[in-house]
């Protein structure tokens, strides 16, 4: 699994992230980047590494909320952090699974709760919020507030949305391999 995975960050790195002047690749690396430079634990640095392995890693035709594939989505698409939890799920800790699927509902939860955050989304990114349900209700708010996983969530989150400068310089793919190694053998 760790050789697929790597194959598919590979490749990704000739794929442009979304409506953004990154590569999908470029993305990742500064993503984990970041967590780790911000003190995150192994398990939350490989959630950011990972986070969007259901954009480059799967079938199209199962994404629903990417922007260049919504033609490409079949009638039983979903959501891109769904398929990539799904994915990896089997090999990693419960709560690595819980922050991928959670990165899209963590978009959603800043966007309700903290003033100014969607002003500061790139075009790019609230179109894929509006694919992903928009911003939460206070309902939703308040069942996701006491979640203990919720801070790391929303930490992941900065990172993700920060991870997006054009040719900043980040450690090559492989300096991960020890870290995919730990978990998908
Ligand atoms: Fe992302």
Do not use: N
Request: hydrophobic share 40%; charged share 25%; with cysteine.
């Amino acid at each position: 699994m760790t050789d697929r995975l790597l194959d598919a960050l590979a490749h990704s790195a000739s794929r442009r992230y979304g409506g953004e002047p990154v590569s999908e690749l470029a993305h990742s690396l500064q993503c984990a980047e970041r967590a780790e430079a911000g003190g995150a634990d192994p398990d939350l640095v490989l959630a950011a590494l990972l986070h969007d392995v259901g954009r480059y890693a799967v079938d199209p035709a199962l994404v629903l909320d990417s922007t260049e594939r919504e033609s490409a989505a079949g009638p039983t698409a979903r959501g891109h952090h769904e398929i990539g939890a799904d994915l990896i799920a089997p090999y990693v800790p419960v709560r690595v699974a819980w922050l991928v699927r959670m990165h899209a509902d963590a978009k959603r939860y800043l966007c309700a709760t903290e003033p100014g955050y969607h002003e500061v989304l790139t075009p790019a990114s609230r179109h894929t919020l509006t694919l992903q349900g928009g911003t939460m209700t206070p309902e939703e708010v308040a069942r996701w507030s006491a979640h203990p996983w919720l801070a790391d969530a929303l930490r992941l989150r900065k990172w993700d949305d920060q991870a997006k400068v054009v040719g900043q310089v980040t450690r090559p793919l492989s300096a991960w391999e020890p870290l995919l190694r730990t978990r998908f053998g």
